[in-house]
């Protein structure tokens, strides 16, 4: 009876003890997940969130800020409410990696702010950041005692050349850029295009096409750089560009090495248009006579671009009673272009002044006698008015000899790279954003 209280906890611990042996296990490590990018980006970002908001200051404000004419870096830096010191601070800590005197009016950056709670004195700078080249840019950020940290960061470039297929949905050109070609792509392509094609009566939905051209992309998918449209081709139109030996700029062939710009394109505008009015007699919108409609009209927006279908040089550019703001382009072979109801014209138009096929030379409008915004189009051979849709161009010329066998080598390029779907390559950029010299590497 002594003993049996002792072997009674003793059988209790013993059990116990065997019992937790059986359930304990030694804690194991576990590997830590390997992060992206973006899932670094986020926690940074909720570390700074938690982290950034100094003791009497409100959580951190995003103030866009961009610099004016004739204002220094740390006057625009002071704009967002932050003292002399803090701005002096941050000019000091970026001045590491790159010379703010040489920056130029329009720069934008972001700033991260915190205010006072009371109301009372200067703000102050929790973090800013700087984009200083297509795929490169600086930040500084404020660490717990109260340092400013400089931080460069680089994205990785990729060179791609991307091949697009797709059917026309809408509008040629709403659909490549759907697909993701820019606006120069958009526009070259449509410009090749109208040299062989009427873009509103021969293109319709469903039909294919592809365009073949280069671009730059970060490693986040930014693109930040387009090159050149290699290849187009719409309705059997076919384009491979190819620059000849001793040429100024590059040329567009068909497969055969034919340069397919032709003397005249077939419409002046790209994009956003339909014939509205035809050349013929037809009853006057405004008077409600009969009477002979002596060019062709095009319904688009006020301020679509209107091209110069040919090289030349502007005659008139001045105001034409009923015609409103008016346009007249001397062509090569006797003809002449004329544009009436323009908004307005493009950048240096003038008498004299030298055009080139393809060029902005006016805007749509609605001036004059005008029902609404149309382009009034009309073409002249030797003096007489003619209709601008039965027009004949004369076609380019055809490469030979060592010129025809460089080209079959660049044409042959571009068809491997279509055939493997596109093709991707590194690529290295050294350019800065305007107004950025680079003075030091930040660490």
């Known amino acids: 009876m002594r003993f049996a209280p002792h072997l009674l906890t003793a059988a209790a611990a013993l059990t116990v003890a065997m019992l937790a042996g059986r359930v304990y296990q030694p804690a194991q490590a576990e590997p830590v997940p390997t992060l992206t990018a973006i899932e670094i980006a986020s926690l940074e970002a909720r570390a700074f969130d938690a982290a950034g908001t100094p003791a ?115 509008s040629l050109s709403a659909t490549a850029q759907r697909m993701g070609a820019d606006a120069s792509v958009r526009r070259r392509a449509i410009q090749l295009f109208a040299h062989k094609l009427d873009l509103d009566r021969d293109i319709r939905a469903s039909d294919d096409f592809t365009l073949v051209f280069d671009r730059s992309v970060t490693e986040n998918g930014r693109t930040i750089d387009t090159g050149d449209l ?90 034409w009673g009923g015609y409103g703001n008016w346009l007249r382009i001397r062509h090569s072979n006797g003809l002449e272009s004329g544009y009436g109801h323009l908004s307005r014209y493009g950048s240096g138009i003038r008498a004299g002044q030298r055009v080139s096929q393809g060029q902005v030379v006016a805007y749509v409008g609605s001036t004059g006698a005008s029902t609404g915004p149309h382009l009034h189009y009309e073409i002249w051979r030797n003096g007489q008015r003619i209709n601008p849709s039965g027009i004949r161009t004369d076609q380019g010329t055809v490469l030979e000899g060592a010129q ?24 290295v950029l050294q350019a800065n954003v305007e107004g950025l010299r680079p003075a030091a590497r930040a660490t």
């Not at 068909?254 to 509205?276: C, E, H, Q, V, Y």
């Open 230 to 319: 290699l290849y187009a081709e719409l309705k059997g139109v076919v384009f491979y560009r190819f620059q000849p030996e001793g040429a100024k700029e590059a040329q567009y062939f068909d497969a055969s090495g034919k340069n397919m710009r032709s003397s005249m394109m077939r419409t002046p505008l790209d994009r956003g248009f339909r014939i509205s009015s035809r050349f013929g007699v037809r009853t006057h919108p405004i008077s409600g006579y009969r009477k002979m409609h002596q060019g062709m009209d095009f319904a688009a927006g006020t301020g679509t671009p209107v091209l110069a279908p040919a090289d030349g040089v502007v005659v008139e550019a001045r105001r």
């Open 56 to 170: 009497g200051l409100t959580a951190p404000e995003a103030i866009p800020v961009q610099i004016r004419r004739g204002e220094t870096f740390e006057q625009a830096v002071r704009r967002t409410g932050i003292g002399a010191a803090d701005a002096s601070a941050v000019a000091a800590t970026i001045s590491n990696a790159f010379d703010l005197s040489q920056l130029r009016a329009g720069l934008r950056f972001e700033t991260a702010v915190s205010k006072p709670r009371g109301g009372r004195g200067d703000a102050r700078l929790i973090g800013l950041t700087m984009r200083t080249g297509p795929a490169s840019q600086l930040t500084v950020s404020r660490s717990f005692d109260g340092a400013l940290r400089l931080r460069a960061l680089e994205e990785r470039v990729t060179q791609e050349t991307v091949v697009l297929k797709s059917e026309v949905r809408g």
């Open 404 to 427: 025809l066998t460089a080209f079959r080598a660049e044409k042959a390029r571009i068809d491997r790279i279509m055939a493997a779907g596109g093709e991707r390559r590194p690529a």
